[in-house]
């Protein structure tokens, strides 16, 4: 059974060990990253189109992306070109901007 990403990050019973609170702290930076990474694009998205009163089926009509491409990016399981990306950014009227930057590295 899938936990919510609040249990995911809850890491106060790390954090109450001073030997392990850096560790903890650390932890809790690359979860939340990888929680973005996978899953902030959809939350946008689906976000965006709730606040519009949009159907995922009403969105796919107006952008040509299928329903089931919208569907899976919005679970964080798909993986859109910028093209798409673009589509379904025009339609829900947000911006997209595109950043490219040298990978930070773990000390």
């Given at each position: 059974?899938?936990?919510?990403?609040?249990?995911?990050?809850?890491?106060?019973?790390?954090?109450?060990?001073?030997?392990?609170?850096?560790?903890?702290?650390?932890?809790?930076?690359?979860?939340?990253?990888?929680?973005?990474?996978?899953?902030?694009?959809?939350?946008?998205v689906a976000k965006r189109r709730t606040e519009l009163n949009l159907s995922q089926i009403q969105?796919?009509?107006?952008?040509?992306?299928?329903?089931?491409?919208?569907?899976?990016?919005?679970?964080?399981?798909?993986?859109?070109?910028?093209?798409?990306?673009?589509?379904?950014?025009?339609?829900?009227?947000?911006?997209m901007t595109l950043e490219a930057r040298p990978l930070s590295?773990?000390?």
């Open positions: 059974m899938a936990r919510p990403y609040s249990e995911v990050v809850d890491l106060s019973h790390l954090m109450a060990d001073p030997d392990l609170k850096k560790f903890a702290e650390g932890l809790r930076s690359q979860v939340q990253a990888e929680y973005q990474e996978t899953f902030g694009l959809g939350e946008i969105l796919a009509k107006s952008t040509g992306v299928s329903q089931a491409d919208i569907s899976r990016i919005e679970c964080g399981k798909g993986n859109p070109t910028l093209d798409t990306l673009r589509k379904i950014f025009v339609a829900l009227q947000l911006q590295r773990c000390a």
